[in-house]
């Protein structure tokens, strides 16, 4: 009687070492994939959430400028803060638009100097410059009716956003009593 070896295959309940490992190699790719995804998506939002706060700085400041008046009410006209209106370290004593020009602020205040809340690493900025009323993108050497202002605000260094109104020689603020 002849012998004759037969070789059965091994049953199969169980994960060879290299299943395991390729398995785990793959299983490892698709979280990295998933949390650079979700990173990127969290700075987005982030990125959004700060531009959205520098509009809404930029248009506050804009609209308390714009509702001065386009000369001096008081004293001889000059371009820029007259004498005495930047001594008090607030913007309060300002009463016309160009008033502004030149001032910065980091980190951004209220009109009367407070601090305003969580804004550590934001800086608003303005501009007021005569402008020709043929080309609004014109800046002038002389008042020739219109002066355009310009507001921007930054997040660590980087503007984040730029607003612009004109104002012309025909505004002035009702008087307030």
């Known amino acids: 009687m002849s012998t004759t070896a037969t070789r059965t295959a091994p049953a199969r309940g169980a994960f060879s070492l290299l299943e395991v490992s390729i398995a785990s190699v793959l299983v490892g790719l698709v979280l990295v994939v998933a949390m650079q995804t979700l990173g990127s998506a969290m700075a987005r939002k982030l990125d959004n959430g700060n531009a959205g706060r520098a509009s809404l700085l930029a248009h506050a400041l804009l609209a308390e400028i714009v509702e001065l008046g386009y000369l001096e009410p008081d004293d001889t006209p000059v371009f820029g803060p007259e004498v005495g209106e930047t001594s008090s370290g607030t913007r309060t004593a300002y009463d016309d638009v160009d008033d502004y020009h030149g001032w910065s602020c980091q980190p951004p205040t ?28 014109a800046a002038v050497g002389g008042d020739q009716g219109i002066k355009m202002i310009t507001v921007s605000v930054a997040h660590d260094g980087t503007t984040l956003a730029v607003m612009k109104a004109f104002v012309t020689d025909a505004w002035q603020p009702p008087p307030y009593p």
């Open 110 to 137: 209220a009109k009367d100097g407070t601090e305003l809340p969580d804004l550590d690493d934001w800086q608003r900025t303005v501009s007021v410059q005569y402008v020709d009323p043929d080309d609004l993108d």
